[in-house]
């Protein structure tokens, strides 16, 4: 018996105390909304500026990896044309030795 009443009293106890002190809070002054709608725009200002960075950086990157694929497409072409030369040159010295 003594514990149900302890059960039972403990969580009405803890809604009295909850209630008494929800009555209390205030709803924030509009000096207190404007602070609160400043650090939230600081910091979404702050967000936005990495993210800009970032773009930048990103962008940065893709430009001078497109700079190294186009001199390495273009080193490619000339391995390519030395190889396709060398071959020619080694069949026609081949063909004179037969």
């Given at each position: 018996m003594a514990q149900l009443i302890r059960t039972a009293l403990i969580p009405a106890a803890l809604l009295a105390v909850g209630l008494a002190?929800?009555?209390?809070?205030?709803?924030?002054?509009?000096?207190?909304?404007?602070i609160a709608d400043g650090e939230r725009r600081q910091r979404l200002g702050?967000?936005?500026?990495?993210?800009?960075a970032d773009?930048?950086?990103?962008?940065?990157?893709?430009?001078?990896?497109?700079?190294?694929?186009?001199?390495?497409?273009?080193?490619?072409?000339e391995g390519r044309r030395l190889v396709e030369e060398g071959q020619r040159t080694l069949r026609r010295i081949e063909d004179q030795t037969r």
């Open positions: 002190l929800s009555g209390c809070a205030n709803e924030p002054t509009f000096g207190e909304r404007l702050r967000e936005a500026m990495a993210a800009e773009i930048e950086r990103g962008n940065a990157m893709i430009s001078e990896a497109r700079s190294s694929r186009d001199a390495s497409e273009d080193q490619l072409r």
